[in-house]
């Protein structure tokens, strides 16, 4: 079967691929470009652990196909850090213990920095209901929550 | 080489602090690999096909015509894993559950794997397999499937542990009974007497990450295997007798791991990884599909309990008693045994008794899942303490603490216990304000207590020091959720050099000897006690080197806080040496400087948690709403505290995942009706409250520094404290679990109609 050609930009950098019609935008980053940040954890949109941002919006890319990114702009957690200067989320992730196994954490970062984008001061409620779309079965959530409190503040203050 | 294991008060500089993990930034910028980021050049994509019948002979399986199919590279089947398991019936369970032999045990049992050039040739493979099966009648329910009449799965077990050897087969492979006293005697003294009984449904591990592996054969009988695991040494051992090879052949990296809880303590893709192979001649990637995780890999069991318990007026129990039965999957196991243990293990008993049944189901193989087993009987023993205190008019917490297990107790399973933390955490939940706070309409509050053994085990360590005086620390227990942060605090404790001087990383089995799995709480326990004998070792090499470079008598020299001090009035001239300046001369005193240990790690020191909890109760749907959460658990010692914070959360939250929502649904024919994160729910951010943790404590005598496990008693009070809480708020006793709103409503419309 022949591929389709697709050229989008990629955290900031312009990336041209061939993938098949059926192929997701998960599967073509992970496997066709390397970017193995994003996770898969269900394949049909319940964990969020593939997250990403397109086009200012929060997807699971498990449910993007790879044609579908023709022309647009993607970022993921490859993209996150400026060169070896973590973004504050990152920073706070890390300082809260915001992860146990780390599986969730990009889904969790990206998900974050969407909510911090369009709501900079949210409360506990809004953090919550946020990230309600991404799964971790390891921390509880309480110091996800907690990191996200403290980076946004941080944020705030910058 | 001689290792003092005892703890000794000592002053903590690393241990006890709260520094960023060595492995973090990786975590979070996406760097970290995980069982399905690794690739190697030249894979396929394996696949597994899987029975959709609870329960089935295999008559026939044509694979000719997927063997045909451009770009399938190998199809196999049982006959490509033929039984190497010379008679050792635990591994022949585990070989026939990775691809069914004669008959398929449930729905999702492998019958035929395929490698192709990619995902979609396999999957097209898959359906070009033809399977003939006679399906046979099948049981899914623990309790149906004792009764005489129940289809039989497996024809050759007879109830173990009966006095006498039955004469058929059943699907209960074994009794156990623990206790002492005399039960009869002792509800005969009691004033009060509470029975009742009790189910749990089926739950998963649920870790985030799917099972993944990337398996390489090559033809000159070596072998690579790239794993998520939580015991990479174990997974090399039973491959390599699954497959016929020796072990030292088989390399096996354990990745970055997304999750575990127990349920990545069993092989059931890498040895089916390792014949695809094996066949193909090219390295093969094998990852399951959530859908599979679900259907496939290990979830716990369901049980059903009985318990009758009595106390005098005082509040004394004067006897405790309980029936125990527990789903296994297909396969014996020791499920149940080990609920039988833990079921009364809170408390100081004079009359006891627990009989556990193994059951055989037409579901998964059950597998661990933190604190294997202890949770449901906590939730039936704890529920029915509950009970027995409202009963004697007296405060749940007081009664418990009334009859908690001390040292010097005999405790319900056999052994004596040393210094323990139940009679601590009643009291610091007592005193907790959590306690005393305010509820509101149609709220109410419950606790409950938990108790799980911790394991020790085999354990390896090596401790390398740099010539740069840089330390690298490998440990051969798998990382689940901080270990080589807190196994590097340990070895800057002992070493006395700062946390940023030492790399604490994950060695392969080629690498390192022969260590357990990280299972049983024992990871940071046993790993931390191998670091400090390994750490001593070195410091003993550390000290003569020092001696040499003064040229004075070894004895002479003292390490402290990572400096040798010649010790004595006629050094008194010699100054400090720093182990950087120590290794920078290690050439010329006699080479690279290290120190190994290996131990087998005894005295985990067993673990006592008390939790209390808020629910809120909508009395008209029957949903509920978790308000505020109280860990309280005793730790021995927390190496690093906000890891230790982190289990106690993340066990809870668990915990009210499978009291108020998580089962497996089957539906008549057998299948697994919600193989999904959709369906089978798990708990979101939006569904909980922070979670507050209290730690104590209180030193365990066989580790250095008084550690115990942590990692799994946090998921054993949630379901009874739920249940109380719940109980309270619905003015009706609950006593299935979970607690969905139907099953809530069913019981409240019960209560009012009654
Ligand atoms: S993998 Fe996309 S939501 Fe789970
Ligand atoms: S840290 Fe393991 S799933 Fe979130």
């Known amino acids: 079967m022949a591929g389709i050609a697709v050229s989008t930009t990629i955290n900031g950098d312009n990336i041209e691929y061939l993938c098949q019609p059926d192929e997701t935008l998960l599967d073509v980053l992970r496997d066709r470009l390397g970017l193995t940040g994003a996770k898969e954890g269900c394949g049909t949109g319940d964990c969020g652990a593939c997250s990403i941002i397109l086009d200012n919006r929060l997807v699971c890319s498990c449910l993007v196909l790879g044609a579908e990114a023709e022309g647009r702009r993607i970022e993921t957690v490859e993209g996150m850090a400026h060169g070896d200067q973590l973004h504050t989320l990152q920073q706070k992730f890390l300082e809260h213990a915001a992860l146990q196994c780390g599986i969730c954490t990009p889904g969790f970062l990206i998900a974050a920095k969407d909510l911090l984008a369009k709501n900079p001061d949210p409360t506990e409620e809004e953090i919550r209901f946020g990230l309600a779309g991404n799964l971790c079965r390891c921390t509880g959530y309480d110091k996800i929550v907690r990191a996200v409190q403290d980076a946004a503040h941080v944020m705030k203050g910058a | ?754």
């Open chain 2, 1 to 754: 080489m001689n290792f003092d294991p005892r703890f000794s008060g000592r002053k903590f500089a690393s241990v006890g602090t709260r520094p960023i993990r060595p492995d973090g930034v990786d975590k979070v910028t996406g760097r970290a690999r995980y069982g399905a980021d690794f690739n190697m050049a030249g894979q396929l994509v394996g696949r597994v096909l899987r029975s959709p019948h609870a329960h089935a002979k295999i008559l026939k399986i044509d694979t000719s015509k997927a063997e045909k199919l451009a770009g399938v590279k190998a199809v196999i089947t049982a006959k490509d894993l033929p039984d190497l398991t010379g008679g050792d019936a635990a591994m022949y369970d585990i070989l026939d559950n990775c691809m069914a032999r004669t008959k398929a045990l449930y729905d999702g049992h492998a019958v035929a794997a395929v490698a192709a050039i990619d995902a979609r040739t396999a999957r097209q493979a898959l359906k070009l397999i033809e399977v003939e099966y006679e399906i046979l009648p099948h049981v899914t329910d623990v309790d149906e499937a004792m009764q005489h009449h129940a289809p039989l799965i497996n024809d050759t077990i007879f109830t173990e542990g009966l006095e006498e050897k039955p004469v058929k087969p059943s699907n209960v492979t074994k009794r156990s009974q623990f206790g002492h006293g005399d039960v009869h005697q002792g509800f005969g003294h009691a004033d009060f007497i509470v029975e009742r009984s009790f189910k749990t449904e089926q739950t998963h591990q649920g870790y985030i990450e799917p099972h993944a592996c990337v398996a390489s054969v090559s033809s000159d009988g070596t072998a690579e295997l790239w794993v998520c695991t939580q015991g990479h040494f174990v997974y090399r051992q039973h491959c390599a007798q699954l497959l016929g090879m020796e072990a030292s052949k088989l390399r096996v990296t354990s990745s970055e791991i997304g999750g575990g809880f127990g349920g990545k303590t069993h092989v059931w893709a890498e040895p089916v990884a390792l014949a695809l192979s094996r066949k193909a001649g090219r390295p093969v990637k094998l990852v399951m599909t959530r859908d599979e995780v679900f259907r496939a890999s290990g979830p716990t069991s369901a049980t059903s309990i009985d318990v009758k318990i009595g106390a005098r007026k005082d509040g004394t129990i004067t006897a405790a008693e309980a029936t125990l039965r527990y789903s296994a999957g297909p396969y014996a196991g020791s499920w149940a045994e080990i609920g039988a243990m833990t079921a009364f293990a809170c408390y100081k008993l004079d009359n006891v008794k627990t009989v556990g049944y193994e059951v055989l189901v037409n579901r998964p193989k059950t597998a661990a899942y933190r604190a294997p087993s202890a949770p449901m009987a906590a939730f039936a023993v704890e529920s029915a303490v509950d009970e027995l205190a409202k009963e004697l008019g007296m405060d749940p917490v007081d009664f418990r603490i009334k009859n908690a297990a001390q040292e010097g107790t005999r405790s319900s399973y056999g052994p004596v216990y040393g210094p323990i933390g139940i009679g601590p955490t009643l009291e610091a939940v007592k005193n907790h304000p959590h306690m005393k706070a305010p509820l509101k309409k149609n709220q109410g509050r419950g606790m409950a207590c938990g108790f799980w053994f911790n394991f020790g085990g085999q354990t390896c360590v090596d401790l390398n020091i740099g010539m740069d005086g840089s330390v690298s620390l490998a440990v051969g227990t798998v990382d689940v959720g901080g270990s080589r942060a807190s196994l590097s605090l340990v070895a800057a404790e002992e070493l006395g050099i700062d946390y940023a001087q030492l790399k604490a990383v994950v060695a392969d089995t080629s690498s390192l000897g022969y260590n357990d799995m990280t299972d049983g709480s024992r990871g940071t326990f046993s790993s931390s006690m191998a670091t400090i004998s390994a750490a001593r070792n070195a410091i003993k090499i550390l000290r003569e080197r020092a001696a040499q470079m003064w040229d004075i008598s070894v004895d002479d020299v003292v390490w402290e806080q990572g400096h040798a001090v010649a010790k004595g009035d006629k050094h008194g001239n010699l100054g400090k040496l720093s182990l950087k300046e120590i290794a920078a001369e290690s050439g010329k005193t006699g080479g690279p400087i290290a120190g190994h240990s290996e131990l087998v790690a005894d005295g985990a020191g067993v673990s006592f948690a008390t939790h209390i909890c808020d629910i809120e109760v909508d009395p008209e749907t029957g949903s509920t709403r978790v308000i505020r959460y109280t860990v309280v658990q005793d730790a021995g010692k927390a190496v690093h505290p906000t890891y230790v914070e982190g289990q106690y959360q993340g066990g809870a939250a668990q915990g009210i995942g499978w009291a108020l929502n998580e089962e497996y649904i089957y539906g008549k024919d057998g299948r697994l009706q919600n193989a999904g994160f959709l369906d089978y729910r798990i708990p979101v951010c939006s569904d909980l409250p922070m979670i507050d943790t209290q730690i104590l404590e209180i030193p365990n005598p066989n580790h250095p520094y008084g550690v115990r496990g942590v990692g799994e008693t946090s998921i054993v009070p949630p379901l009874a404290a739920i249940a109380n809480a719940v109980s309270n708020a619905a003015g009706v006793r609950m006593t299935h679990i979970p607690m969905s709103p139907p099953r809530i409503l069913a019981a409240i419309e019960a209560e009012r109609g009654g």
